[in-house]
């Protein structure tokens, strides 16, 4: 089970820490990524990262401005954004699931479970 936190109202140029976190004993094992979705539009890939930590991918609208990381010994997934944009205004949804060999996915397909995701929303 993931449990997505930390949403909430930010004005353009804001920070936002998005914290996901595990039930379970397996959390090391799974690659873990996070998702967004705005309104009237499809789910699109934001972020993944491997399950030791050490790859990470980023979406191009969010590189250098997102980053995430992961707390296994908290099971825990975090994502930090800065520079926020009202175009990452949407639901945030965390993922986990097995890829192959532990590494990011930017497939939907790929994660096995799913938070109930958080909003984020930025004003201009």
């Known amino acids: 089970q993931l449990q997505a936190s930390g949403g909430g109202l930010v004005q353009a140029g804001g920070s936002l820490r998005l914290s996901c976190a595990f039930s379970?004993?397996?959390?090391?094992?799974?690659?873990m990524g996070w998702f967004r979705q705005a309104p009237g539009k499809e789910r699109e890939f934001v972020t993944a990262?491997?399950?030791?930590?050490?790859?990470?991918y980023y979406a191009d609208p969010v590189k250098g401005r997102f980053t995430i990381s992961r707390d296994n010994a908290k099971n825990t997934v975090y994502l930090q954004m800065n520079s926020l944009k009202p175009e990452d205004t949407a639901v945030y949804y965390c993922?986990?699931?097995?890829?192959?060999?532990?590494?990011?996915?930017?497939?939907?397909?790929?994660?096995?479970?799913w938070g109930q995701g958080t909003q984020v929303t930025v004003s201009s």
């Open positions: 993922a986990a699931g097995f890829t192959p060999y532990g590494l990011p996915s930017t497939k939907g397909g790929a994660y096995d479970y």
């Open positions: 379970g004993r397996t959390f090391s094992s799974h690659t």
């Open positions: 990262i491997s399950r030791s930590g050490g790859s990470t």
